[in-house]
C-alpha cells in the first residue's frame, strides 16, 4: 500500500471541480496517480474552478468536459480514459434545492451512475468503482449512531436518488462481481466547503460581521438540526481506502459525535471573537453581538426544508477496523482552519463570490 500502490496508476474523478474532488485529486497525485476529472456541460469550467485553482492543481490534471446523463457519452469517456480507479463525486449535492429540482436531481445523482455502472460492466470490468453515498440516506432514523445496516428513510429528493444509486452500485458488486463500493460519507467540511453549505456560509457571514463588512443579520433556517461533522481531508483518504481493500465492501466514515448548527455558530463566533447572546425560540430565535449589541443571527422559516432530519451521527468502528481510517480533525480546529482561509480571502478580493 501507500505510495507505490498508486504510482502509475490512472484515476478517474467525475466532478472534480467538488470539495473533495480537490483534496482527492491532490491526495492521488502525491501518491504517483495520473489524475483525469469530468467537468459537466454548463457546470463550472477550469477557468473557474477555484478549488483546484487554491490547491495548485491546475495544470496537474487533464479534464474532459461529459453529460454523465448521457449512457453513449460516458461510454465514450471510458474508452477514452480507461482508468484503474474512478471516484465517481459528481451529483446534485444540495439537499436543499434538491427539493426544487427533484427529477434533474435524480437524473444527475441515480442515472448517471448507472450509466458509469454499466459501462464499467461493460467496457473495463477490472476498474474498481468508488460511490458517493452519504447519511442523508438514513434520514430520520430511530437507531443512533447509524452503521452501514441501518436501515435508509430519505427525507429529500437528494436523499432518495443517492439510496437509489448506492443500492445499483451494490447491485453491480452482486451480480456481476465487479469491485464497487459505496462510502456513506457523513458531512464533512473544509475552507473548500461551497457557500450554499450551512458551515461555509456561516463562516463566511460572521468573519465579514467581524470585518465590519455585514450589516444585515444572517438568516439561517433550523438551528436544532445536529450534524457529524468532520474535516474533507480525513475523508478522501478513507475514499482511498475503500478501493485498496482486498475485496468490494461498504464503509460509513464519520467522527462519532455531533453539535447544532446553533454550536457551529458559537464556535464561529468564538473563533472570531464575537460574543453572542442567544434569545427567542423557535421561528423567533435571535442572536445578538454584545459588543454592538445588534442582531447578527435571525432564524428566518422560509429556509426550512419540507421535510427535515434531525439529527445524524455515525459509527465508523467498520472503516476503523478494516480500514485503519480514523479522522483526525475535530470540529472547532476545522472551524479554525475555514476562518483563517474565510479572512485571507477576504483580504484579497472583500466581495468575492465564490462559484
Ligand atoms: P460539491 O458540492 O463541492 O461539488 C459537487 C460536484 O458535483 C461539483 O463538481 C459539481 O460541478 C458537480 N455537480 C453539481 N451538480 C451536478 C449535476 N447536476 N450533474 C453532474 N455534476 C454535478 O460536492 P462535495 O465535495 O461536497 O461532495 C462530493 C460528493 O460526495 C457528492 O456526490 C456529494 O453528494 C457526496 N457527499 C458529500 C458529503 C459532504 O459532506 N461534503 C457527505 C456525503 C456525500 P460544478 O462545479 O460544475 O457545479
Ligand atoms: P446537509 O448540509 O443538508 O447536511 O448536506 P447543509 O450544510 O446544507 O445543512 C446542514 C443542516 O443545517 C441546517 N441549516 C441550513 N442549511 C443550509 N444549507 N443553509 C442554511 O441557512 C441553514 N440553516 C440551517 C439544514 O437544515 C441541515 O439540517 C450536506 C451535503 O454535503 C450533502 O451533499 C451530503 O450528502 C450531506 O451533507 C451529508
Same mark, same amino acid.
Given at each position: 500500500?501507500?505510495?507505490?500502490?498508486?504510482?502509475?496508476?490512472?484515476?478517474?474523478?467525475?466532478?472534480?471541480?467538488?470539495?473533495?474532488?480537490?483534496?482527492?485529486?491532490?491526495?492521488?497525485?502525491?501518491?504517483?496517480?495520473?489524475?483525469?476529472?469530468?467537468?459537466?456541460?454548463?457546470?463550472?469550467?477550469?477557468?473557474?474552478?477555484?478549488?483546484?485553482?487554491?490547491?495548485?492543481?491546475?495544470?496537474?490534471?487533464?479534464?474532459?468536459? !461529459?453529460?454523465?446523463?448521457?449512457?453513449?457519452?460516458?461510454?465514450?469517456?471510458?474508452?477514452?480514459?480507461?482508468?484503474?480507479?474512478?471516484?465517481?463525486?459528481?451529483?446534485?449535492?444540495?439537499?436543499?434545492?434538491?427539493?426544487? #429540482?427533484?427529477?434533474?436531481?435524480?437524473?444527475?445523482?441515480?442515472?448517471?451512475?448507472?450509466?458509469?455502472?454499466?459501462?464499467?460492466?461493460?467496457?473495463?470490468?477490472?476498474?474498481?468503482?468508488?460511490?458517493?453515498?452519504?447519511?442523508?440516506?438514513?434520514?430520520?432514523?430511530?437507531?443512533?449512531?447509524?452503521?452501514?445496516?441501518?436501515?435508509?428513510?430519505?427525507?429529500?429528493?437528494?436523499?432518495?436518488?443517492?439510496?437509489?444509486?448506492?443500492?445499483?452500485?451494490?447491485?453491480?458488486?452482486?451480480?456481476?462481481?465487479?469491485?464497487? !463500493?459505496?462510502?456513506?460519507?457523513?458531512?464533512?467540511?473544509?475552507?473548500?466547503?461551497?457557500?450554499?453549505?450551512?458551515?461555509?456560509?456561516?463562516?463566511?457571514?460572521?468573519?465579514?460581521?467581524?470585518?465590519?463588512?455585514?450589516?444585515?443579520?444572517?438568516?439561517?433556517?433550523?438551528?436544532?438540526?445536529?450534524?457529524?461533522?468532520?474535516?474533507?481531508?480525513?475523508?478522501?483518504?478513507?475514499?482511498?481506502?475503500?478501493?485498496?481493500?482486498?475485496?468490494?465492501?461498504?464503509?460509513?466514515?464519520?467522527?462519532?459525535?455531533?453539535?447544532?448548527?446553533?454550536?457551529?455558530?458559537?464556535?464561529?463566533?468564538?473563533?472570531?471573537?464575537?460574543?453572542?447572546?442567544?434569545?427567542?425560540?423557535?421561528?423567533?430565535?435571535?442572536?445578538?453581538?454584545?459588543?454592538?449589541?445588534?442582531?447578527? !443571527?435571525?432564524?428566518?422559516?422560509?429556509?426550512?426544508?419540507?421535510?427535515?432530519?434531525?439529527?445524524?451521527?455515525?459509527?465508523?468502528?467498520?472503516?476503523?477496523?478494516?480500514?485503519?481510517?480514523?479522522?483526525? !480533525?475535530?470540529?472547532?480546529?476545522? #472551524?479554525?482552519?475555514?476562518?483563517?482561509?474565510?479572512?485571507?480571502?477576504?483580504?484579497?478580493?472583500?466581495?468575492?463570490?465564490?462559484?
Amino acid at each position: 500500500m501507500g505510495e507505490e500502490r498508486g504510482k502509475g496508476r490512472r484515476a478517474l474523478i467525475t466532478g472534480i471541480t467538488s470539495q473533495d474532488g480537490a483534496y482527492l485529486a491532490s491526495l492521488l497525485l502525491e501518491k504517483g496517480y495520473q489524475v483525469t476529472g469530468t467537468l459537466r456541460p454548463g457546470g463550472t469550467s477550469l477557468a473557474q474552478a477555484w478549488r483546484l485553482r487554491e490547491m495548485g492543481l491546475l495544470g496537474r490534471v487533464t479534464t474532459v468536459t !461529459v453529460d454523465l446523463t448521457d449512457g453513449r457519452a460516458v461510454s465514450w469517456l471510458l474508452d477514452d480514459h480507461v482508468p484503474d480507479e474512478i471516484y465517481h463525486l459528481a451529483a446534485h449535492s444540495s439537499v436543499h434545492s434538491s427539493f426544487h #429540482i427533484p427529477a434533474e436531481t435524480f437524473a444527475s445523482n441515480a442515472v448517471a451512475t448507472t450509466n458509469l455502472l454499466e459501462t464499467v460492466r461493460t467496457r473495463c470490468p477490472d476498474t474498481r468503482f468508488y460511490h458517493a453515498s452519504t447519511s442523508e440516506m438514513f434520514g430520520e432514523a430511530p437507531e443512533v449512531p447509524q452503521t452501514e445496516t441501518t436501515l435508509f428513510r430519505p427525507r429529500s429528493p437528494y436523499a432518495v436518488a443517492k439510496v437509489a444509486a448506492h443500492q445499483m452500485t451494490t447491485l453491480y458488486r452482486i451480480a456481476y462481481g465487479l469491485f464497487c !463500493v459505496n462510502g456513506i460519507l457523513f458531512n464533512h467540511e473544509s475552507p473548500l466547503r461551497g457557500p450554499e453549505f450551512v458551515t461555509a456560509k456561516i463562516v463566511r457571514s460572521l468573519t465579514r460581521w467581524r470585518a465590519g463588512e455585514q450589516a444585515s443579520p444572517m438568516a439561517l433556517g433550523r438551528l436544532d438540526a445536529r450534524r457529524d461533522w468532520g474535516f474533507a481531508g480525513d475523508y478522501v483518504q478513507g475514499m482511498w481506502s475503500m478501493l485498496q481493500a482486498d475485496q468490494a465492501d461498504d464503509y460509513l466514515l464519520s467522527t462519532g459525535r455531533t453539535w447544532s448548527v446553533r454550536d457551529f455558530v458559537s464556535l464561529t463566533a468564538q473563533a472570531l471573537d464575537i460574543r453572542l447572546h442567544w434569545q427567542g425560540t423557535g421561528a423567533r430565535e435571535t442572536a445578538i453581538d454584545l459588543d454592538s449589541g445588534r442582531i447578527c !443571527v435571525a432564524v428566518d422559516p422560509g429556509l426550512f426544508r419540507p421535510a427535515e432530519v434531525g439529527e445524524l451521527r455515525g459509527d465508523s468502528r467498520k472503516a476503523r477496523e478494516r480500514l485503519g481510517w480514523s479522522p483526525t !480533525v475535530e470540529l472547532p480546529a476545522i #472551524i479554525a482552519m475555514m476562518v483563517k482561509a474565510e479572512q485571507a480571502r477576504q483580504a484579497q478580493t472583500p466581495n468575492a463570490v465564490r462559484e
